[in-house]
């Protein structure tokens, strides 16, 4: 009898797919009734009356062709949700105004506008604050198209990490298509770890466990089955099992999507590095703050004291408010909104390169932390392997066979077993097209064991109709074993086992011969196939065994789907059928990546769930079993106490048979012992360990999406070699962050300094609102584009992890900070008080900007040709500078110069360049300059007797010369002054009279004032 759907489906007679002419009502209609109420399924005639409905072949799935899915999608919808709409242009343009300060200098140019055209002639009147309002302008459209380009970057992104690639059956084969061109009626195969893409029916399913808990709030997985919950919810995960789903809504009919509809994604992420830098900006902006309120009161008190009340006039009004709106820029100037710009700027700069190396970033945050990582705990297969398996070598029926083949003497129901025990308990699947090789899919596994099977010569699909399936045991890796039982056509119940070589082995008790008979297995056979696989596993060999075992006629009676999820498969005395050896070479590029890891100073460990042998032999091949590193396996490590565990993990290298559990375990003693953690996995199961690391790497090929969803970056090669660009890219970020930030503070510290100086001694500031707001441009935007998108080098695999403690102004970028601020502002007072004006400034600055690419290193230029980015950032603000000074005239406050006054204004900026090579070779120490001087605070705040407050201790030994302090738990020895006195001040003593002796000691130190050392 001809199955009704492929009836259906060849005799449309050219009418459209889905016309109400076969089935009663709209279809579209009833398949919407059937998606929100389940329990309708029976009376649309089952799974085989929801089919004809969608004109669908379960077994075949859709036809497929274009214009079939263009059909489909016309019907019933495409498979898309609802997304935030990004920001238009003109919002951030809106949010940049809203900026207070600006909002203030905004008020300055109107008042300075009105007071200029009033006291001037209209022609020069209007300068003043035409030059504030341009500049204004030109600050806020510079930030708003800089916020909007990385929205932009940040949409693309999104839109990756959401294109999910699904497994569907489509006119006989087995495709890839993307979750967004899934359609109503595909065959979709689900396997452990994978997330529903639609709504759907189950067709076929073997053990499978839902997560639901994203739909319902239910904690506890759902069991799935044909009959009684067949219903499968777009967006929930498979957290066992396998089986084919056949898709009944899509996108907005979907109880996901209508869930989607009432909700909107946001991404307000912000990252540690954020956070400290929103610190430091803060910290920045009350200094430039009191700077601006003190320029702003010196300038008034000196302009009241110079006045002329009785003839005040306007110009004497506009004198005021350009010193308010100088006091205004310099707050503008001084608070750093170029931190948060340079951080979005870097890790949108990243994330786009990092995709280019086959990184995708999940989570911002995992940009800066992959730089300060110190170990990764790597899988093996896949990651450090190739994950291109083939079966190169077998033991079969008893003899060790150097070919594939079957020897003669094999008959053919021995060969069945094999053939059934190959084709039968698997989730691959083989297609066999009219013209060309056959077209193998499934895990690498399975299809190196199905290519096995195609070359013996098995007919997978004549296999699988030639039997009734009863039961699943699937594969996970805590099992590291899978099941399946079936019935013969001849009657007979038979269970067949597959998983880790020495796992099934001990399961057996015989071995099946050639020519269909068994012997037993002797300790002695046992030891020679112990030998084999370990012979396998020392050549690199994956080890898979196969046994199966014939039931008896009581134990077939009971053999039910309900019984083997309550009691499991039978697997003991099992018949040993063959034991094979699956080569998955070494990764390209591998040994070379780790030892870059490991110069790094990034331990790389191995966690597999492969044979000890196995696992030792790829990772001396790797570069990752050193000389005094040991190989472990998992049972032996979770049987320690956890004061054994710290004392063996510094020398594990290879962690093998390990199960989930026992690399979540791993991570956590890492963590506790003060290690940043980056985790790669691929399974449902390594979703703990890749939440619990510090930096979760999922695999994008291999790694389910429930691995993907509890990781920070997902790995879309598989490859190792990547996971070692992300760590460069990580520190690169935070590199380029400190680059921006000793740049910008050299320019704070120097525009600060100049307008506090001079206002105090001149009465005026030499730098005005427009030329401050340009400073301001360069220092912020530009500096930002410029030093934030700097691409990473070699050097940074050279030097150790960053510490996540670590200052952001370490020792070397104070003492260049230091140096360029002094000769700049040396260079600048000579040139205002001799007459020059600000001759020069702009051309330091540039030069400067030039030294922050290498903080450490002498030469600057390395690398510089290939930055276009910062290359073109220097050239604007050089051509636009020139042009300002040039042509500007009265609106920025300059004057034009000639070829010779160029030269020198040239030469004193260029020359900040040789002095920075010579600060450059000041040795500094390494601690932080603040533990140097904390310790001598804490002595004068605390007092002089010994004090111990939690991890912080202080004290100064009698007759000592040197004052120690814990802090931290590091300890550190600070040599005393000779002049301390053995008179000393009582701890009693306000904080002040104990600042005065800290500097006037001979004054103070009296016997009367301060008692004896306690």
């Given amino acids: 009898m001809s199955d009704p759907c492929s009836v259906l489906l060849m005799n449309t007679g050219g009418v459209h797919p889905f016309s109400n002419r076969y089935v009663k009502g709209s279809p579209v209609d009833e398949i919407e009734e059937i998606g929100t109420n389940p329990e309708n399924i029976k009376d649309h005639g089952g799974l085989r009356g929801i089919a004809i409905c969608l004109r669908v072949d379960p077994t075949q799935g859709i036809q497929g062709s274009l214009e079939d899915v263009r059909l489909r999608v016309d019907s019933f919808g495409a498979n898309r949700y609802p997304v935030k709409k990004p920001k238009l242009f003109i919002e951030y343009l809106w949010e940049a105004c809203q900026d207070e300060t600006l909002l203030i200098l905004v008020v300055c140019a109107i008042v300075s506008l009105i007071v200029g055209l009033t006291t001037e002639s209209l022609s020069t009147g209007w300068y003043d604050g035409g030059g504030i309002t341009f500049a204004v302008v030109l600050v806020v459209m510079v930030a708003s198209v800089s916020d909007y380009q990385q929205d932009q970057q940040f949409q693309r992104l999104n839109d990756q990490k959401r294109n999910i690639m699904i497994n569907v059956t489509r006119n006989g084969r087995r495709l890839k298509v993307s979750i967004f061109d899934i359609v109503v009626g595909d065959i979709v195969q689900l396997n452990i770890g994978d997330q529903i893409p639609a709504d759907g029916l189950l067709v076929v399913g073997h053990s499978m466990l839902v997560d639901e808990s994203s739909m319902t709030g239910e904690s506890e997985p759902m069991e799935k089955d044909e009959i009684e919950h067949p219903f499968l919810l777009s967006g929930c995960k498979v957290m066992d099992g396998y089986g084919d789903m056949m898709v009944t809504a899509v996108g907005m009919s979907t109880e996901w999507g209508r869930l989607m509809a009432n909700i909107s994604e946001e991404n307000d992420e912000e990252t540690p590095l954020q956070e400290r830098l929103n610190s430091l900006a803060t910290t920045i902006g009350k200094i430039g703050l009191a700077v601006a309120v003190l320029v702003f009161c010196i300038l008034v008190i000196r302009f009241l004291a110079q006045v002329d009340f009785k003839h005040f006039t306007g110009a004497n009004g506009k004198t005021l408010v350009d010193y308010f709106a100088i006091a205004v820029t310099i707050v503008v100037v001084a608070v750093p909104e170029g931190l948060p710009l340079a951080v979005t700027l870097t890790l949108a700069y990243s994330m786009a390169k990092m995709m280019d190396d086959r990184a995708l970033v999940r989570h911002l945050s995992a940009c800066e932390t992959m730089g300060s990582a110190t170990t990764i705990c790597s899988d093996k297969t896949g990651t450090l392997t190739m994950n291109m398996m083939t079966v190169v070598n077998n033991w079969s029926c008893g003899r060790l066979r150097k070919t594939l083949d079957f020897d003669e003497d094999f008959t053919a129901p021995v060969i069945q077993i094999l053939y059934q025990s190959i084709c039968l308990n698997s989730n691959g699947n083989v297609h066999f097209p009219k013209h060309g090789a056959p077209e193998v899919t499934g895990s690498p596994t399975e299809q190196a064991v199905l290519g096995w099977g195609v070359k013996l010569g098995a007919k997978f699909d004549e296999v699988r109709k030639a039997v009734t399936i009863i039961g699943v045991e699937t594969f996970n890796s805590t099992k590291k074993r899978m099941a399946i039982c079936f019935r013969t056509p001849d009657g007979k119940t038979v269970v067949h086992w597959k998983g880790a070589a020495e796992i099934i082995l001990n399961a057996c008790t015989r071995i099946l011969q050639p020519d269909g008979s068994f012997s037993d297995l002797t300790p002695e056979r046992v030891e020679e196939l112990q030998l084999i696989i370990s012979s396998f596993a020392n050549a690199a060999l994956r080890t898979l065994c196969f046994a199966y075992r014939e039931l008896s006629s009581s134990e077939a009676a009971d053999m039910s789907p309900e019984y083997i999820k309550a009691a499991g498969m039978p697997d003991k005395d099992l018949i040993c059928v063959a034991i094979v050896g699956i080569k998955d070479p070494c990764r390209p590029g591998v040994p070379e990546a780790v030892a870059r890891c490991q110069q790094a100073g990034i331990k790389v460990r191995m966690v597999t769930g492969d044979n000890i042998q196995t696992a030792k032999a790829i990772a001396a091949e790797c570069g990752i079993l050193t000389e005094g590193g040991s190989a472990i396996e998992g049972k032996e490590f979770r049987a320690m106490t ?100 000793q ?48 691409p990473p080098t070699e050097s940074l695999m050279q030097r150790p992890p960053i510490g996540g403690k670590e200052p952001l102004i370490t020792n070397i970028m104070w003492r260049n900070i230091v140096g360029q601020a002094c000769y700049q ?98 040795p500094v120490p390494d601690a932080p300059f603040i533990t140097y001087l904390k310790p001598v ?9 010994s004090k111990s407050d939690g991890d912080e201790h202080i004290q100064l030994r009698r007759g000592s010369k040197y004052l120690e302090a814990t802090i931290g738990g590091q300890t550190t020895r600070v040599t005393m002054p000779a002049c301390v006195p053995r008179m000393l001040p009582s701890p009693n003593e306000t904080f002040s009279r104990r600042l005065m002796y800290a500097f006037f000691p001979e004054v103070l130190s009296t016997p009367s004032a301060f008692g004896d050392v306690q």
């Fill in 743 to 790: 740049f910008q503070t050299t320019v704070n510290a120097v525009a600060l300094s100049l307008n506090f100086i001079t206002a105090v001694s001149s009465g005026y500031a030499p730098l005005t609102a427009v030329q401050l707001l340009w400073v301001n441009l360069i220092m912020d935007t530009m500096g930002a584009l410029a030093l934030a998108t700097e």
């Fill in 825 to 922: 502002l040396a260079l600048l007072l000579v040139l205002h008080f001799k007459g020059f004006l600000i001759l020069g400034l702009h051309d330091t600055t540039v030069f400067n900007e030039i030294n922050s690419r290498k903080p450490d290193d002498l030469n600057v230029f390395t690398g510089l040709l290939d930055n276009s980015l910062f290359l073109a950032v220097i050239t604007f603000t050089v051509v636009v500078q020139a042009l300002i000074v040039e042509f500007a005239g009265d609106f920025a406050s300059t004057v034009g110069l000639d070829w010779k006054m160029w030269l020198v204004s040239i030469f004193l900026g260029f020359f900040s360049m040789p002095l920075a090579m010579m600060i450059k070779l000041i």
């Fill in 642 to 741: 956890v004061v054994q565990q710290y004392k063996v993990i510094p020398s594990i290298d290879v962690m093998a048979r390990s199960s989930p559990m026992d690399k979540h375990t791993l991570v956590k003693r890492l963590l506790e012992m003060g290690e940043i953690v980056g985790v790669t996995g691929d399974g449902t199961n390594d979703a703990p360990a890749l939440h619990e690391a510090s930096i979760g790497l999922a695999m994008g090929i291999a790694g389910t999406e429930v691995a993907k969803e509890s990781s920070d970056i997902i790995i879309l090669d598989d490859n190792f070699s990547s996971i070692v660009k992300v760590v460069r890219w990580g520190r690169a970020v935070y590199c380029n962050i400190q680059k921006f930030i």
């Fill in 937 to 945: 605070v804490m002595y004068f705040m605390r007092g002089w007797k």
